[in-house]
């Protein structure tokens, strides 16, 4: 869009069909994520406007539907990330017991980190990616790779002191002579 024109026509388009989109966004997720899934849905549209058709509702609404369906599967992936680290903490807990109080730890602090911070340590460490493999998963250069790695391995370091049980001092025994 770099003609005035287009951003007048773009205007047009929004005013006549901004209040269909927004009932149906109402209608999929309800009043709280409707404000955030119409202007996802107007934003593409901006951006691939030589692609809206003349009647534009149709095209609009088909946005939104994946705007919505992209929003739902993040938000499960970040549930069920939650919660396998979750289960990867209960476990470590349960093998306390065992001598395995750092595994805990460690789980504990890896769960406090984004997601793209535990992303960047997981590729190598559990994934067993080599960099150049793991920066091409993330999307950046290997050397932005390592940058990032060891951003994410500082945070790691600061969660773990965090998290790590601190060693309790021995008692002390008192003698009476």
Known sequence: MDQPDDGRR?????EANYRQVYAYAVSRAGRDLADDVVGDTFLVAWRRWTAVPRDPLPWLLGVARNVLRERYRAEERQAGLAAEMRAWVDEARADVADGVVEKAAMLAALSRLAEDDRELLTLIA?????????????????????????????????????????????????YSQ
């Open 10 to 14: 773009f205007t047009a388009m929004y």
């Open 126 to 174: 559990w994934h067993g990616l080599s960099p150049r493999e793991a920066s091409t998963v993330v999307g950046c250069s290997t050397a932005t790779y390592f940058v990032r790695l060891h951003r994410a391995r500082k945070r790691l370091e600061s969660a773990f002191a965090y998290t790590s049980p601190s060693p309790q001092p021995a008692p002390t025994k008192e």
